[in-house]
């Protein structure tokens, strides 16, 4: 049977999704990511059937979001989009050492997936953590520079910014440091999978399917890198997605 166990990780609200009779036994993890607006309770299908799989899986809340809204309207989690990210990112550290701390993770097991802002996390947290050993980026972006470039100047369109050309600026400068497509070296050969509808108006497709061109040849074994097209579809996972994340820790995250 599997349970859905609710902790408090330091300040972080997060699910335990793991079969109840290994629950206290050290697995392979999953941390997965929730989208922008969504919370962690969304993404209780795929962790279901990670569960069922073996993996210890860990859904966390993200700033300004399910349990951590704290009021928090939709305008000032967009405005917070990026400082979200990469509060993401350090939140994943904690998950990770609570995970050892406790002895909860087998041996360096630990993956990372998200959807959207969560695959957008994915790809920032591969810049940061050589312990990450497998991931999966749905409709996410690896050029986090360019992303926060089209949607600064997208929310510019409609209203002015609250905040100086320098704080821009300075906001650049950090998310270059954690910008995938800026470091690519990074990968390491690391277990990474995309996928992404090629009608998606939210994340552009472009981003993922040009840096998976890009990068795919460094790869020695080509079996640790794959890309996702989805014909005529938006920005929602589709089972089949979910099934082939599955597939990809199963395959990439037990051994």
Known sequence: MIGINPLAIASIPALEVVDIDKKDIALPVVTYFHGFTSAKEHN???????????????????KWHGQRENGASTLKK???FFE??????????????YLQKNQLMKGDNFGIAGTSMGGITTCAALTKYPWIKAAACLMGSPKLSAYAEDLIAEVGKNMPLPISDAEIRGILVELSKIDLSKQPEKLQDRPLLFWHGDADPVVPFNHSSGFYKEVSMQYGDQEKIHFIKEEKRG???????????????VTHLQS
């Open 235 to 249: 920005h929602k996972v589709s089972r089949f997605a979910i099934l082939e994340t599955v597939d990809w820790f």
């Open 44 to 62: 209780l299908p795929l962790a279901y059937l990670l569960a069922e799989k073996g993996f210890r899986v860990m859904l966390p809340d993200s």
């Open 78 to 80: 967009q405005l917070s």
């Open 84 to 97: 979200i990210v990469l509060q993401n990112v350090a939140d994943l550290e904690t998950i990770k050492n």
